[in-house]
């Protein structure tokens, strides 16, 4: 269950920092080639994504991997 | 190749964190549920692991996932 929460708390910090940026799903799936579902998985935490992802994702929102896992334990 | 290099420089700070901690690969792989192999692995920027194993990783390793992440870009 830990892993779960981690997941979905790992979800809501991305979901965070894309609003931030206003940008949408799907112009963040298009710039880290991904689809706007997965996006939308990885946000609502049932995506186990790959830490190369997370790091193009990371270089999308213009935050290092640092920032991104602020405060996401 | 950008992501290529951005799991070797991942694997090191794992490797590093690893052997500051002063255990082994083996060690840390019983405490995450990994082989000792799969460590290997990750540390020499082979494997593109899923973020619940990082956070296992990281927890096992005594440091944030911030912390584990920092310097790693």
Do not use: P
Request: net charge negative; no cysteine; proline share 0%.
């Amino acid at each position: 269950m830990e892993n779960e929460d981690f997941l979905v708390r790992f979800g809501k910090r991305i979901r965070h920092l894309r609003n931030a940026k206003g940008i949408s799903q799907e112009a963040l799936g298009l710039e880290v080639d991904l689809e706007q579902t997965y996006i939308s998985d990885i946000e609502r935490g049932v995506r186990n994504v790959g830490v190369r992802s997370v790091h193009a994702i990371a270089t999308a929102l213009g935050v290092t991997m640092a920032e991104l896992f602020q405060g996401v334990e």
